[in-house]
Every structure is written in C-alpha cells, then in structure tokens.
C-alpha cells in the first residue's frame, strides 16, 4: 500500500454540480439520472455548498404516505437549494492523501469532500471510493 497516494488518484474527477440558483428539481433530476449522491452547489467558480440525495429525501413524504405525492411538490416548490444544502462544506486540497481524508471521514461527519486544486473544484472524494480503494489494497 502506498503511503503518501495522493486523494486526486480516487477522486471522480467528471463532478456533477448545480447553481446555487438552480431549483430543487434539477438536484433530483441530476442525482436520479447520473445514480450520485452528493452534488457541490456552486456559485460562479466557488464551491458553496453540498447536497446530497439524503438531504433531499428528507423532504419527500409520498414513500412514507400514501396519496401524498402533491405535498411533495408543494415542498420542492417552497424551498431552494440554499436552504436544504450544507452551507460553507469542508473541502480538500487535491495533494492531501487518501489516509488523510480517510481520516476526516472517520472523525467528522461527511460522506463527501469537494476536492480543490489550484483553486478551483477538481473533483469529489467519497466514503466509497476510499473503502473501494482499501478493497484493491488487499
């Protein structure tokens, strides 16, 4: 196993994003469409956010009542992305290795980390990729 292997050789390089002005539909049309489960919420070229198909499901009630398919609508229609995203997500630094975020993600509470480099959003790093890595180490 590699030591010092850096984040930017698992990470998925080809991110998914939404404007932070998009609408609630296009975060699920995107996550149902592309089967992901964290998209950054952009503004320009900086990362301002996170959401996640969790974070979504949160506000839907047709799976846990019946005949509630019109609440659901009602709620995607009230909210923006703003107000369901993780606002202000930690990000890392495309060098930082994969030990490393193993770490975070073993001592915070993200499943994804937006990946950096040279500024600008490089990709994203997920709990999966870094298990399915361990998995290739053995």
Do not use: C, W
Not at 17 to 27: N, P, Y
Not at 45 to 53: R, T, W
Not at 59 to 71: D, Y
Not at 93 to 120: C, D, K, M, Q
């Amino acid at each position: 196993m590699k030591r010092r292997e850096p984040i930017s050789h698992i990470m998925t390089k080809n991110v998914f994003t939404v404007k932070v002005t998009a609408d609630l539909h296009e975060v699920i049309d995107l996550i149902k469409k592309n089967h992901i489960r964290h998209l950054p919420v952009m503004e320009g070229a900086e990362v301002v956010g996170i959401i996640s198909s969790t974070d979504v499901n949160r506000l839907t009630f047709s799976s846990l009542f019946e005949n509630q398919e019109g609440a659901d609508e009602a709620v995607l229609e009230m909210l923006t992305i703003p107000q369901v995203m993780t606002q202000k997500p930690r990000t890392v630094e495309a060098s930082l290795s994969i030990r490393e975020v193993a770490e975070i993600f073993t001592t915070e509470e993200y499943h994804a980390l937006p990946v950096i480099e040279n500024g600008h959003l490089a990709g994203i790093v997920t709990t999966t990729d870094v298990i399915r890595y361990m998995l290739e180490q053995y």
